[in-house]
């Protein structure tokens, strides 16, 4: 059975730092490109970045990229996503995935596996 367990989401101000954590378990980790999605209230599930199976190739979607950040630790089999100057605008669900293939995508149809989900809440 392939689990993912997101974790570190919560409250925080404007202009504060969360790193989500997603620890893999039930296949080889370093095998899969590993990407993180985020679904605001009353909104689709969009992409947010993703990372091949080796973490040499990545990509951050154009609109937010110069504040995450995404890596991994194939020793631990777990993906993060360091997200810094969090805005109001960045209050979602925020769920890692698994791909595929060894490759990194942004269509949410290339992942087969995906976590729970962690909340993340930027709030004054």
């Known amino acids: 059975q392939v689990l993912l367990v997101e974790s570190g989401g919560g409250l925080v101000q404007p202009g504060g730092s969360l790193r989500l954590s997603c620890v893999v378990s039930g296949r080889t980790f370093g095998a899969y490109g590993m990407g993180w999605f985020r679904q605001a209230p009353g909104k689709k599930r969009q992409f947010v970045a993703a990372?091949?199976?080796?973490?040499?190739?990545?990509l951050i979607d154009g609109t937010i990229e110069e504040r995450f950040t995404i890596s991994r630790d194939n020793t631990e089999n777990t993906v993060y996503l360091q997200i810094d100057d969090l805005k109001f605008e960045d209050t979602a669900v925020y769920y890692c995935?698994?791909?595929?293939?060894?490759?990194?995508?942004?269509?949410?149809?290339?992942?087969?596996?995906w976590g729970q989900g962690t909340q993340v809440t930027v709030s004054s």
């Open positions: 995935a698994s791909s595929k293939t060894g490759w990194y995508s942004d269509r949410q149809n290339e992942y087969d596996y």
């Open positions: 990372i091949s199976a080796s973490g040499g190739s990545k």
